[in-house]
């Protein structure tokens, strides 16, 4: 299994700022993915953050504000711009290795 | 898209009792069920998975059993244990390069 690690583990911010949150893998992988969890709900994801083109959004989530970098295979970034309260989340890093999909430990955001 | 739904969404039971969680899903591509354990404060863990070729996997005390004609997928833990608890998510998704949908969560409590 892919070994994953996302700093900073947990943050609180003011409204109105930025937050780049980073994630690390222990291996090359393909797909990476950004995925938000709200207090005591289930995951929903952002964002595919693709390797040396622009990430692929989902429905409801737009680049101006969750800017997603991915410059290499072990290595993605996601940002979360001009925070509001309701931003306050876990923000998840997956990756997909050998057809199985793994979760990092997340990043617990909360906006004042 | 595909729509997964999981049942209950709380269940206790006593130490040494079995627990069992149940999924259906709406699209008859899925062919990937995925289930994940969430303890507090981490992220969600892969624990057991089935493809659609198969109707059942076992590992230890966990199973998984698919009935792909019904479209339902349904966890089994065996002689839990306090370490049990916490939130577990069902998944789908129908394919390597497709997204997974996930279930709202069940969180079991296994009690003294």
């Known amino acids: 299994s892919a070994v994953i690690s996302q700093k900073p583990s947990r943050d609180i911010c003011q409204r109105g700022t930025s937050l780049t949150i980073q994630c690390q893998v222990d291996?090359?992988?393909?797909?990476m993915f950004w995925y938000r969890q709200q207090p005591g709900q289930s995951l929903t994801l952002i964002a595919t953050?693709?390797?040396?083109?622009?990430?692929?959004?989902e429905s409801g989530f737009v680049i101006d504000k969750f800017p997603i970098s991915r410059p290499n295979l072990t290595f993605s970034t996601l940002t979360v711009s001009n925070m509001s309260p309701e931003d306050s989340s876990i923000y998840l890093c997956?990756?997909?290795?050998?057809?199985?999909?793994?979760f990092g430990p997340g990043t617990r955001l909360t906006v004042l | 898209g595909e729509n997964v739904e999981q049942h209950p969404s709380t269940l206790s039971v006593q130490e040494g009792d079995s627990a069992v969680i149940k999924c259906t899903y709406s699209d008859s591509a899925s062919n990937y069920f995925p289930w994940y354990k969430q303890e507090l404060g981490k992220g969600p863990q892969l624990i057991i998975d089935i493809r659609s070729n198969v109707g059942e996997k076992k590992d230890q005390r966990i199973a998984v059993t698919l009935n792909k004609t019904a479209k339902h997928f349904s966890l089994h833990i065996t002689e839990t244990q306090p370490e049990d608890s916490a939130v577990y998510f069902c998944a789908a998704s129908g394919g390597t390069a497709s997204k997974l949908t996930f279930g709202t969560g069940t969180r079991l409590q296994v009690t003294l």
């Open positions: 997956s990756v997909k290795s050998y057809n199985e999909q793994f």
């Open positions: 291996s090359q992988v393909t797909m």
């Open positions: 953050a693709n390797q040396g083109s622009e990430a692929t959004y």
